[in-house]
């Protein structure tokens, strides 16, 4: 199908683990984001790619991690999760950058860190 | 500091009426402004767009109204339906800022049969 698809929808994870969230887009689009939403702050950006092998930081990117080998593939990686990390978190595309090109959501992972 | 905000957390209208949803930006250098829709579980998806060389900006039931010398805009859903109902963020960008889209903290519009 075509759009931007990310995985799991839901995980559950322990304080300390390493666990990566998965973004795929089929729109060959050539930045992608990261966002996190939490109650009372709305839609934070963590991290950002303008093409493949060029990433630069948000507004949040304390304890992530990203990578882009690929220009379809945006993963993020919480490289040891803590309890503040819980939150949905939004993968988004765009075909130029996010400044006059609207940006394409995926449906969020829903991230717990217990 | 918050460079876009949104003092409403909710908003309740009647199906039919007007539903006017409010933004404020902080940072001057802002020149590109978006609306985003959110339904739950799902991720947000765009709705209009409004450059600063324009003060309105017009699509179907939509409009946008910027206001620079207030740093202002609003979204303006004519008439609201109950399909309506979502949560509604404002963000805000600037030239030179390719990827950092700043957005608001949202308003929940509720639009009532």
């Known amino acids: 199908d075509a759009g931007i698809t990310q995985s799991p929808r839901y995980k559950i994870t322990e304080t300390g683990r390493q666990v990566t969230l998965m973004c795929h887009q089929t729109w060959s689009h050539s930045y992608m984001f990261w966002y996190r939403q939490d109650l009372g702050h709305g839609l934070r950006l963590i991290y950002y790619s303008a093409a493949a092998d060029i990433t630069d930081k948000g507004e949040v990117p304390d304890g992530y991690v990203v990578s882009r080998s690929k220009t379809e593939n945006f993963p993020l990686t919480l490289e040891s999760a803590t309890r503040s990390q819980t939150s949905v978190y939004f993968c988004a595309s765009s075909e130029h950058s996010a400044y006059n090109s609207p940006l394409h959501f995926g449906n969020g992972t829903r991230l717990t860190v217990t | 500091d918050q460079q876009v905000k949104q003092n409403s957390p909710s908003l309740s209208v009647q199906e039919g009426r007007i539903s006017i949803l409010n933004c404020d930006y902080t940072?001057?250098?802002?020149?590109?402004f978006l609306w985003y829709k959110k339904y739950p579980a799902e991720g947000p998806t765009f709705l209009i767009s409004i450059s600063s060389i324009k003060d309105k900006n017009e699509d179907g039931r939509f409009t946008v109204f910027l206001n620079k010398s207030a740093k202002h805009l609003s979204l303006h859903i004519v008439p609201s339906q109950p399909g309506d109902s979502a949560v509604y963020f404002c963000?805000?960008?600037?030239?030179?800022?390719?990827?950092?889209?700043?957005f608001g903290k949202g308003t929940k519009l509720s639009v009532k049969p």
């Open positions: 963000a805000a960008n600037r030239w030179g800022s390719q990827g950092n889209l700043i």
């Open positions: 940072n001057s250098m802002f020149d590109y």
